[in-house]
């Protein structure tokens, strides 16, 4: 078996046909199909099953790709640190951000990083869910996760600091004359709320629940820009992390009381090179309690 042989099932498995993956990866369609089927012959069993809308893993074939993602991972990040000098780097750094948490920090974290190693290629991704994040840290898929600490964080993660939550009211509600929104005040209000297996959810539900808040969901979104835009327009109200309240929006948001906040924690893979450090600093450097940007104009 080979990493290159491993490239090329995860490329099939990702465009659902050999002639796209080999497209993609930019390699002759025979010589693809031919070292799939040595892979095949040495492991003994079918990785891919042909359907009518192309090729599909196999549960096998499921099971093999999950390890080939691990190792492929691995290698290009051993390639990186080979090639890496004193002063540059040059390589793939692959980050996960918890959704709703970084929002504003990061880009401004990963601007720094490109500054300082221009060649350095990151790939980031959002992922909703604390128990999925974990998987991938444990797996050694990430580089660096950014999330929420939970009871299942990792002991070595480490404290960037607080995302405070703040209530997304729309046009016009009477809450807006406040200063800061007594939680309490908005019963009877119906939610936009995220969805269930979400680490946004779960605190929101918290808050609910601590408060003697019986919620009337009125929808459930998958991305915290739709949940502030569907609240702002009158849906109902949401709560979100200060820093994931859009441009354009910020008249329409308050803080609450009592305070919600959640710390924001950053993990690192075991054997952390230079470009992951280097994104933890510049982490550290920017701004996570802002919630007073958004209090009103005396």
Same mark, same amino acid.
């Given at each position: 078996m080979s990493l290159r042989q491993f490239e090329y099932a995860l490329a099939i498995a990702a465009e659902g046909s050999v002639t796209a993956a080999a497209e993609l990866l930019h390699v002759a369609q025979? #010589?693809?199909s031919q070292q799939i089927r040595n892979l095949e012959r040495e492991l003994g069993v079918e990785l891919f099953a042909r359907t009518p809308t192309g090729l599909v893993p196999t549960v096998v074939g499921r099971a093999f790709l999950r390890e080939a993602e691990v190792a492929v991972s691995a290698a290009r990040r051993a390639r990186a640190t080979a090639r890496a000098g004193a002063d540059e780097l040059v390589g &793939? @750094? +692959? +980050?996960?951000a918890q959704l709703g948490f970084g929002t504003r920090? @990061?880009?401004g974290a990963l601007g720094a990083l490109r500054r300082r190693f221009p060649r350095l290629e990151v790939t980031v991704f959002e992922e909703p869910s604390s128990a999925e994040l974990e998987r991938l840290c444990r797996r050694g898929v990430l580089d660096l996760a950014l999330m929420a600490a939970c009871e299942r964080s990792p002991a070595d993660a480490h404290h960037l600091g607080d995302e405070e939550f703040v209530v997304v009211l729309g046009a016009g509600h009477r809450q807006l004359a406040a200063d800061r929104v007594d939680l309490r005040e908005l019963e009877g209000e119906p939610w936009v709320r995220f969805d %269930?297996? #979400?680490a946004l959810d779960g605190v929101l539900l918290n +808050? @609910? %629940?601590e408060n003697d808040l019986t919620p009337t969901t009125v929808a459930r979104v998958s991305q915290t820009a739709t949940a502030v835009r569907w609240a702002a327009h009158g849906l109902g109200v949401t709560l979100v992390p200060a820093s994931a309240v859009p441009h354009?929006? &910020?008249h329409l948001v308050r803080p609450v009381f009592p305070v919600v906040s959640q710390p924001v924690i950053a993990v690192l893979r075991a054997g952390a090179g230079p470009a992951e450090t280097a994104l933890l600093e510049f982490l550290r450097q920017e701004m996570w309690s802002d919630s007073a940007f958004f209090s009103p104009v005396p």
């Open positions: 025979p #010589s693809m &793939e @750094l +692959v +980050v996960a920090q @990061l880009p %269930r297996d #979400s +808050v @609910l %629940r354009g929006h &910020e």
